[in-house]
């Protein structure tokens, strides 16, 4: 098993706008390396796409359940997901039933800020609140 190294220590620069462009240029760096990564992991998705895509279409038909190769046994398995074909009827369910736990617990930001825009300023949709997301701005100069 291999050995842990320890996390290397970050060293912050004392002064705030050098601190400003060290982040500039790190965050530069990472998504060019993130790029790089990318182009090299994408012909790899795409095989495994195509590789999955053939026995998902292929084993079936052969009226095998699966297959063994060298490394590994392959299967297809299924499995139901759920979807809403009649959000009406759904909301009424969630609503007689008290089953909210049914839905997610994210809101559409975007569609928030455009009711908030289209109702006013002063107006609140009842139930929300906000709280401050702080970041920290890059522009290059």
């Given at each position: 098993?291999?050995?842990?190294?320890?996390?290397?220590?970050?060293?912050?620069?004392?002064?705030?706008?050098?601190?400003?462009?060290?982040?500039?240029?790190?965050?530069?760096?990472?998504?060019?390396?993130?790029?790089?990564l990318d182009a090299v992991l994408e012909p790899l998705k795409?095989?495994?796409?195509?590789?999955?895509?053939?026995?998902?279409?292929?084993?079936?038909?052969?009226?095998?359940?699966?297959?063994t190769g060298k490394v590994c046994n392959a299967t297809i398995?299924?499995?139901?997901?759920?979807?809403?074909?009649?959000?009406?009827?759904?909301?009424?369910?969630?609503?007689?039933?008290?089953?909210?736990?049914?839905?997610?617990?994210?809101i559409n930001a975007e569609a928030v800020e455009e009711m908030?825009?289209?109702?006013?300023?002063?107006?609140?949709?009842?139930?929300?609140?906000?709280?401050?997301?702080?970041?920290?701005?890059?522009?290059?100069?």
């Amino acid at each position: 098993m291999a050995r842990e190294t320890a996390p290397k220590k970050i060293k912050i620069p004392k002064n705030l706008a050098q601190c400003a462009d060290r982040l500039y240029n790190v965050r530069i760096e990472r998504l060019t390396q993130s790029r790089k990564l990318d182009a090299v992991l994408e012909p790899l998705k795409l095989e495994e796409t195509a590789l999955r895509t053939h026995l998902i279409d292929t084993l079936p038909k052969s009226e095998a359940a699966g297959i063994t190769g060298k490394v590994c046994n392959a299967t297809i398995t299924s499995k139901d997901v759920p979807q809403v074909k009649d959000w009406d009827a759904f909301y009424a369910f969630i609503k007689k039933e008290n089953a909210f736990h049914l839905l997610g617990r994210a809101i559409n930001a975007e569609a928030v800020e455009e009711m908030q825009e289209h109702k006013g300023k002063k107006w609140k949709m009842p139930g929300m609140g906000t709280f401050k997301v702080i970041n920290v701005s890059l522009k290059k100069v």
